[in-house]
């Protein structure tokens, strides 16, 4: 033992078997002091490890490797990953892991530290957070580094959505962006609207109804005497044979059923006659809570719309409305759909708020008819389309609005309407004057509004529910760029 472990003295007085340590060897060190002797911890001593011929791996030491172990031979030790390393093991000249080799192999089986580890048959390993534990295990590798960890998501809103796929060159997930299809883009757009807190649906009882005409109460109570000025007439001319008891009930009903009947067709021009002839005010000298009426020209809001059919962008109004015709053995549209008249299949009614510039002072009001709000429209609407069976292949247009709405395109005789309100438009509205820091809205009233009796066209009163929209035909008009 004498010749293969010769003897030398430490710089601290102890005397040690083994060879010195070269300096040469000291030179790829890149810690600047060495550990002081701990007592005899071979994990912590690298001066005691030299005793028992335990070769101490060299800390962050790069380069190609060199004397590759044999793995008949030797277990080769693996170095430290590159990486910060700690106060504790910075004053080391070693990285404080051991790696064991045979006694018979002497130097040869001494393998450089690399930049990363290397597992038992001396190729490069994965990362391991700490050394490895067991002292009769073959290798023990230690990082010089704590693992780096996981990244938070940084909530960073992209253009589209992450795929499941490849990661690009960069590391980071693949991201898919582009056009859609345009019948995905248009059933989202539509479901976009529909679920937008921001827009407001609109069904079909807004607009004029002769039931919001004539109040339920008065209507039975007409039909009860009716009835039974019915019943009073038929039994006097059958007790007494005089018919006039029954000839004045008739009369007095076909004199109200003609006055329906007229209601039914010219109730809603009675309705936007009564808007036209409203005097506009000026919301300069209009008083907080006053029901106006606003003249001016529209501009957008936060929520543009775009109209379903012929896709006019930029609207504070859309409606779009498909009508059927219900022959003798034709389809129903809807429930209360009757034989030879047109019914609503399918409607489409949005409103979102807007800003409104009025002719008579020049200010600029917001008007509050979306999230929501009530609002009773007015608007004008021309017809698209006519569809019969003879010519609904030559709009691929229109049958693709259908599929898009898993709407049928079998022999039906179609008509396709569309209103909507572009800005630049000329629109007038009805309201309350609502002031909120300096900040000029038309509101919704609390109640209806009726319009009042006009005896001269025999038009019966209505009402005017939330904020009332007028606005004529503008698919012909030219708008005011704003």
Same mark, same amino acid.
């Given at each position: 033992m004498g010749s293969r472990f010769p003897s030398h003295q430490l710089s601290n007085g102890l005397y040690v078997s083994g060879r010195p340590e070269q300096p040469k060897e000291k030179a790829p060190v890149i810690c600047s002091t060495a550990m002081p002797y701990t007592g005899g911890d071979i994990k912590k001593s690298g001066e005691l490890g030299k005793m028992f011929d335990l070769h101490v791996e060299k800390s962050r030491k790069s380069g190609p490797l060199g004397n590759q172990p044999s793995r008949n031979t030797s277990f080769g030790g693996a170095g430290s990953n590159s990486g910060p390393v700690s106060n504790a093991l910075g004053r080391s000249n070693y990285s404080g892991s051991i790696s064991s080799s045979v006694p018979g192999a002497g130097g040869s089986a001494r393998a450089k530290s690399n930049s990363g580890p290397l597992n038992k048959h001396g190729e490069p390993g994965k990362k391991s957070s700490g050394p490895q534990s067991g002292g009769v295990t073959p290798m023990a590798r230690q990082n010089s580094g704590p693992l780096p960890p996981v990244l938070p998501t940084t909530g960073l809103i992209t253009s589209g959505p992450i795929s499941s796929g490849p990661l690009n060159s960069s590391g980071a997930p693949r991201k898919v962006s582009g056009p859609l299809d345009p019948s995905v883009s248009m059933k989202m757009r539509a479901t976009s609207f529909a679920h937008n807190p921001a827009v407001t649906n609109l069904n079909a009882d807004d607009g004029y109804s002769i039931k919001?005409?004539?109040?339920?109460?008065?209507?039975?109570?007409?039909?009860?005497?009716?009835?039974?000025?019915?019943?009073?007439?038929?039994?006097?001319?059958?007790?007494? =044979? #005089?018919?006039?008891?029954?000839?004045? %009930?008739?009369?007095?009903?076909?004199?109200?059923?003609?006055? %329906?009947?007229? #209601? $039914?067709?010219?109730?809603?021009?009675?309705?936007?006659?009564?808007?036209?002839? =409203?005097?506009?005010?000026?919301?300069?000298?209009?008083?907080?809570?006053?029901?106006?009426?606003?003249? /001016?020209? %529209?501009?957008? /809001?936060?929520?543009?719309?775009?109209?379903?059919?012929?896709? $006019?962008?930029r609207c504070v109004y859309t409606s779009t409305c498909l009508f059927e015709y219900r022959g003798w053995?034709?389809?129903?549209? #809807?429930?209360? =759909?009757?034989?030879?008249?047109?019914?609503?299949?399918?409607?489409?009614? =949005?409103?979102?708020?807007f800003y409104i510039s009025d002719f008579q002072s020049g200010l600029r009001a917001l008007v509050k008819t979306g999230y929501g709000a009530r609002v009773t429209p007015y608007v004008d609407e021309s017809v698209v389309i006519d569809i019969n069976p003879d010519n609904k292949d030559m709009s691929p247009e229109f049958l693709r609005w259908l599929r898009e709405r898993n709407l049928s395109s079998d022999d039906r005789i179609m008509r396709l309407k569309e209103g909507y309100i572009k800005? /630049?438009?000329? $629109?007038? $509205?009805?309201?309350?004057?609502?002031?909120?820091? #300096?900040?000029?809205?038309? %509101?919704?009233?609390?109640?209806p509004i009726s319009t009042g009796c006009q005896w001269a066209k025999c038009i019966l009163p209505t009402s005017l529910d939330g904020l009332v929209l007028r606005c004529e035909d503008t698919s012909n008009i030219d708008v005011i760029p704003v």
């Open positions: 919001g005409s004539i109040p339920k109460t008065i209507l039975w109570m007409v039909v009860l005497l009716f009835l039974m000025g019915f019943i009073a007439g038929g039994f006097i001319l059958g007790a007494v =044979h #005089n018919p006039i008891l029954l000839v004045v %009930v008739v009369v007095i009903f076909c004199f109200v059923a003609a006055l %329906v009947i007229w #209601n $039914v067709c010219w109730g809603k021009r009675g309705v936007t006659g009564f808007i036209s002839r =409203h005097p506009d005010a000026d919301l300069r000298t209009a008083k907080d809570g006053q029901y106006v009426k606003v003249t /001016g020209v %529209v501009t957008c /809001g936060n929520f543009p719309l775009e109209s379903s059919f012929q896709r $006019v962008p053995d034709s389809k129903a549209a #809807n429930t209360e =759909h009757r034989q030879f008249t047109w019914g609503l299949r399918s409607m489409e009614r =949005h409103a979102v708020d800005e /630049g438009s000329t $629109v007038s $509205v009805m309201g309350v004057v609502q002031r909120n820091d #300096n900040v000029l809205m038309i %509101v919704p009233p609390s109640e």
